[in-house]
Nanobody
Framework: QVQLVESGGGLVQAGGSLRLSCAASGRTFSRYVMGWFRQAPGKEREFVAAIKWSGASTFYADSAKGRFTISRDNAKNTVYLQMDSLKLEDTAVYYC???????????????????WGQGTQVTVSS
């Protein structure tokens, strides 16, 4: 049974920082990417960042570039999303996700991911 558990969300003022964590268990993830997505009320789920477990290649949405940093700790099977200079528009539920063996490489598409965490709320206030 694959499990992804996010933590680290909360309420923060604009300009502040948060670090999200995603602990993965139940399978060896070394061959795949791990992704972070977010969904604001009334909006579609959107890609934020992704990282390959091996090679440390990282990918970011334009909205995240320069402010967010994705990283991973293979020994802990955990992926992190460091979010700095947070803006009001970053308010959303943040999800981590992992693909299955049918992953085709389009890391930015929610449909590429089979396993999802329960989500963690990030609220940025003025």
């Amino acid at each position: 049974q694959v499990q992804l558990v996010e933590s680290g969300g909360g309420l923060v003022q604009a300009g502040g920082s948060l670090r999200l964590s995603c602990a993965a268990s139940g399978r060896t993830f070394s061959r795949y990417v791990m992704g972070w997505f977010r969904q604001a009320p009334g909006k579609e789920r959107e890609f934020v960042a992704a990282i390959k477990w091996s090679g440390a290649s990282t990918f970011y949405a334009d909205s995240a570039k320069g402010r967010f940093t994705i990283s991973r700790d293979n020994a802990k099977n955990t992926v992190y999303l460091q979010m700095d200079s947070l803006k009001l528009e970053d308010t959303a539920v943040y999800y981590c996700a992992a693909p299955d063996t049918d992953y085709s490489g389009s890391y930015y598409l929610p449909g590429e991911y089979t396993y999802w965490g329960q989500g963690t709320q990030v609220t940025v206030s003025s």
